[in-house]
């Protein structure tokens, strides 16, 4: 059995699904959408597919057993609803929206329907996350220090409030996700941010967050998009005898042995792919971020944005 894929999106991020989807045998990445139709075309011709300028052809064309979301964060909802309403399983790129109420209703309709999601959280597949976890349920983590020291992206709904959230919301929303999986849910806490005159776009250029956790650890989280390229990116923990750094690419151990570090052994976009596929064909359950679990990491990032912006309290 074929398992038929459609993209929404050909940017970017849809490209690494598409490189990842194709590698998996019995799958076929039938069409893909955009409403720039080159770069549908231009992604469609390298796996065979057909291409759309609009996502409402692709589902009415093409019979397909799953649906990759790919826009960018302003375009999200119509087209998660259509899919909802033909009961089609999907996968959504992170952020789920730019603000919390077009995820929060779709939340809603997707349990109503019992359609089966996935939200493109790919740290949740790293194995030195597993590792950092197994780590730390032998002393919990007390102190979480997000960074997402960053340039800003080139693409153009990046650096507009309207387009992506914000860095927070964009990026940040990464970071908020490992320190869900490794210390737990956040209780409250407090941020702020400002832009400077020569900051990219209408958006925050700096953010930082003093949060605290349910189970009475501390998080301190930063971004900012002011620099040339990636600088700082990852998660930092402190247990009792333990320091963990966790990045995309690494985790760097401290305990009484010394420094280790540990590189990944998986590509986290090609094993979250896999997952969804497995589950879409019934045969797996490692679907990792759910569209509901999913909300309440976005949930989070959206209230330290929102608070951020009016210096004030992070109102979950
Ligand atoms: N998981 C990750 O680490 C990761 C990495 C990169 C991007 N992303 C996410 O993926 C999303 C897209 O990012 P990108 O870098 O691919 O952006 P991009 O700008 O490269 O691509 C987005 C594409 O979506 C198209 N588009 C816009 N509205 C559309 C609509 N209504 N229907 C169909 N297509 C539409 C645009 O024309 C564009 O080609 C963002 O939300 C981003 O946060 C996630």
Same mark, same amino acid.
């Given at each position: 059995?074929?398992?038929?894929?459609?993209?929404?999106?050909?940017?970017?991020?849809?490209?690494?699904?598409?490189?990842?989807?194709?590698?998996?045998?019995?799958?076929?990445?039938?069409?893909?959408?955009?409403?720039?139709?080159?770069?549908?075309?231009?992604?469609?011709?390298?796996?065979?597919?057909?291409?759309?300028?609009?996502?409402?052809?692709?589902?009415? &064309?093409?019979?397909?057993?799953?649906?990759? &979301?790919?826009?960018?964060?302003?375009?999200?909802?119509? &087209?998660?609803?259509?899919?909802?309403?033909?009961?089609?399983?999907?996968?959504?790129?992170?952020?789920?929206?730019?603000?919390?109420?077009?995820?929060?209703?779709?939340?809603?309709?997707?349990?109503?329907?019992?359609?089966?999601?996935?939200?493109?959280?790919?740290?949740?597949?790293?194995?030195?996350?597993?590792?950092?976890?197994?780590?730390?349920?032998?002393?919990?983590?007390?102190?979480?220090?997000?960074?997402?020291?960053?340039?800003?992206?080139?693409?153009?709904?990046?650096?507009?409030?309207?387009?992506?959230?914000?860095?927070?919301?964009?990026?940040?929303?990464?970071?908020?996700?490992? %320190?869900?999986?490794?210390?737990?849910?956040?209780?409250?806490?407090?941020?702020?941010?400002?832009?400077?005159?020569?900051?990219?776009?209408?958006?925050?250029?700096?953010?930082?967050?003093?949060?605290?956790?349910?189970?009475?650890?501390?998080?301190?989280?930063?971004?900012?998009?002011?620099?040339?390229?990636?600088?700082?990116?990852?998660?930092?923990?402190?247990?009792?005898?333990?320091?963990?750094?966790?990045?995309?690419?690494?985790?760097?151990?401290?305990?009484?042995?010394?420094?280790?570090?540990?590189?990944?052994?998986?590509?986290?976009?090609?094993?979250?792919?896999?997952?969804?596929?497995?589950?879409?064909?019934?045969?797996?359950?490692?679907?990792?971020?759910?569209?509901?679990?999913?909300?309440?990491?976005?949930?989070?990032?959206?209230?330290?944005?929102?608070? %951020?912006?009016?210096?004030?309290?992070?109102?979950?």
């Amino acid at each position: 059995m074929t398992t038929r894929i459609g993209l929404v999106g050909a940017g970017f991020i849809a490209g690494r699904h598409l490189d990842a989807l194709t590698s998996i045998e019995g799958v076929t990445v039938a069409g893909i959408a955009d409403p720039r139709a080159d770069r549908a075309e231009v992604l469609a011709a390298r796996a065979g597919a057909a291409a759309y300028a609009h996502w409402a052809d692709l589902l009415d &064309v093409e019979r397909l057993d799953a649906l990759w &979301v790919c826009v960018p964060p302003h375009a999200h909802g119509e &087209v998660e609803s259509a899919a909802v309403e033909r009961g089609l399983p999907l996968f959504v790129e992170k952020p789920l929206a730019t603000d919390l109420a077009t995820a929060e209703a779709l939340a809603d309709r997707i349990d109503a329907a019992g359609l089966l999601t996935a939200v493109g959280y790919h740290w949740r597949y790293l194995d030195t996350l597993e590792m950092a976890r197994d780590l730390l349920a032998g002393a919990p983590a007390r102190m979480v220090l997000g960074t997402w020291l960053d340039k800003a992206p080139r693409v153009d709904w990046w650096a507009r409030q309207d387009g992506s959230g914000g860095q927070t919301v964009e990026q940040a929303t990464h970071l908020f996700d490992v %320190a869900r999986v490794l210390v737990g849910e956040v209780e409250g806490g407090w941020a702020t941010g400002s832009r400077s005159p020569d900051g990219p776009g209408d958006i925050l250029d700096v953010c930082t967050a003093a949060l605290r956790f349910e189970g009475g650890a501390v998080g301190s989280f930063s971004n900012s998009c002011l620099l040339p390229r990636a600088h700082r990116i990852g998660v930092e923990l402190v247990a009792p005898g333990l320091g963990l750094w966790l990045t995309e690419h690494r985790l760097v151990v401290t305990d009484a042995d010394g420094e280790r570090t540990i590189d990944r052994d998986v590509d986290p976009f090609e094993a979250e792919d896999r997952a969804f596929v497995a589950a879409v064909r019934g045969e797996g359950h490692d679907v990792r971020t759910p569209y509901r679990e999913a909300l309440r990491t976005h949930r989070l990032a959206v209230a330290v944005a929102r608070a %951020a912006a009016d210096g004030g309290a992070v109102q979950l």
